[in-house]
Structure formats: C-alpha cells, structure tokens
C-alpha cells in the first residue's frame, strides 16, 4: 500500500503544470516562491534588477528549465536554489549566498554567453552533479572572489575565467585564465592547457612540485602524482593550484610577480646604468 501511495504522489507531481515567469521590471524571488522557468528582459531603456531571497528555480531533472538572463539587466541570489542558469546579451547574475546547481548527469546546466558576466562572491555555491558542466562562450566572464564552484568548468572562443579567491575544481578546455588567489583542485590528472590557452597567475612567492598529491590507482590502472603549485596574491591571498603544467616548460602559462617586485627589479636596472661610464663623445 505503501508503494502506490508514492506512486500516486509522484504521477501528480509530474503532470502538474510547469510554472513560468518573466521579469521585464525589478521584482523578487522569495521564499515560497517555485518556478520551472524564469526570464529576466530589460525594458529599454531602463534595467531590469531581480533579487533573489529565497524559493526555487528551474526543475533539478529538467535540464531546460531554469534562470534566463537577458538584455543588461541583473540578478542578484543570496538565497534559495537555481537548477539550472544560462546568461546571455550585457547581463549579470552576482552569486553571494543560495545554490546555482542541477542534479541529472552529462549537461551544461551552467551556462554564460555573449558578453555576460557570473560574478560568485564568499557564501556562494554552484554545483552539479557527475558530469555537469559549466561552459562559458563568446566573451563571457567569470569572476570568482569567493566561494564554491563544485563542477567541471570550461570556457571557450573569447571568454575569461577571473579568479580572486575561494574554491574551483578542475579547469577544462578555456583560452584565458587570470589567477590572484585561491584553491584551484583538479580532478584525477593533472591540467591539460591547449597552445591557445593562456594562464596569468599574479603574485609572489611561487613554488613548483610536481609532486603535489599522490593518487592511489583508479580502475584498475597505476599510481600517479599530481603537481602542486604555491605563492600569494598582491593582497596576500594563498595561492594552490593542483595539476598545474610546469611553468618553466610551458611558455602559455605566466607567473607574473607583484608590482613591488617589478619595480625593484626596475630601480636595480637603473642602478647599473647609472654604473657604467658614459664615453667620451669625442673619442
């Protein structure tokens, strides 16, 4: 009896009628509120600004369901749950608090187009389950100043990966990734940077190994380590990178010291031209 009672709750549930909305005006997202669908649209000339509280948005086994921003406008989650968030046009969705994250496995749940920006700051958290994705496309950016981003991140054409601080695992295929601090933690291998890819890592204090993290066999197959590499941002912001190509042989990938450096490095070149004589310009 027990068996068709759930039966019974879940056929309901899965005809029940899908629940969509659209912002074309500032609004809010709070808790109670459910929706499979949301859009968010400018009306010219005036920005569309969304914040979100609380509530859910988009189906965790409906891979087309979710948060759609468009336009310039911006969405700001603190609070409740988005399965599933693709951004396009001028728009802005800033993550401080609440989860972005999807459940089904092998999708892009996470997506940012055109010249969209995710900002995530500390208290955010994007995630997804075995073998989701978050892809950025066009010239699409991804700032990450804090915070969690727990699923498989990858950025193609002209996209950039900003990350100022909190967590990230395992880069994929990008073209251009500036790192000022935080943990970047691959998973199983060590990073693969494709000849048109780019790393700036900005700092001090670097130091390389490749034998960061010992990995025991998996399926089957031996042994192997994992590179590690340490420093500081300009702020003082630890630095790790696990799977990171050596930088030494690897001329995409740029350590870049910290300006103080640089003008030391600086004062000492002009310490040596102020040494050495100026010839006589008659001789």
């Known amino acids: 009896m027990a068996y068709i009672a759930i039966g019974v709750v879940l056929c309901a549930s899965a005809t029940q ?18 929706y499979d ?14 914040n979100m509280t609380g509530g859910r948005v988009g189906n965790p086994w409906d891979p ?17 749950s988005v399965y599933c968030l693709h951004t396009y046009n001028l728009s802005e969705v800033n993550i401080s608090g ?17 010249s969209s920006t995710i900002n ?12 989701s994705f978050f892809r950025l496309h066009d010239s699409s950016t991804l700032n990450v100043y804090g915070g969690q981003v727990g699923l498989f991140l990858s950025g193609d054409d002209s996209s950039v990966i900003n990350i100022h601080d909190g967590w990230v695992f395992d880069i994929g295929l990008f073209k251009m990734v500036n790192v000022y601090g935080g943990l970047i933690d ?7 940077v494709p000849e048109v890819a780019t790393i700036n890592i900005y700092g001090y204090g670097f ?45 995409n990938i740029n350590l870049i010291p910290e300006p103080a450096t640089l003008l030391l490095l600086g004062l000492g070149g002009l ?4 040494k050495i004589p100026l010839r006589d310009s008659a001789a």
């Open 17 to 34: 009628a899908a629940i969509e909305k659209v912002f074309t005006s500032d609004g809010i997202i709070q808790t109670g509120d459910i």
């Open 37 to 50: 669908k949301v859009e968010v649209r400018d009306t010219k000339p005036l920005r569309t600004t969304v």
């Open 64 to 80: 087309q369901s979710g948060m759609f921003t468009y336009d310039s406008s911006r969405v700001n989650l603190s609070g409740g």
């Open 98 to 114: 609440g989860l972005v994250s999807f459940v089904s496995f092998g999708d892009t749940t996470i997506s940012a187009h055109d």
């Open 120 to 131: 995530l700051y500390e208290g955010g958290f994007i995630d997804g389950g075995s073998g």
């Open 186 to 192: 691959t998973f199983l291998n060590n990073d693969y």
């Open 207 to 251: 130091e390389y190994t490749p034998h960061g993290r010992w990995m025991p066999p998996w399926n089957g197959g031996d042994a192997w380590w994992i590179s590690k590499l340490t420093g500081y941002g300009f702020d003082g912001t630890p630095i790790t990178w696990f799977g990171l190509p050596d930088p030494a042989t690897n001329p």
């Open 271 to 274: 310490g040596l031209l102020w």
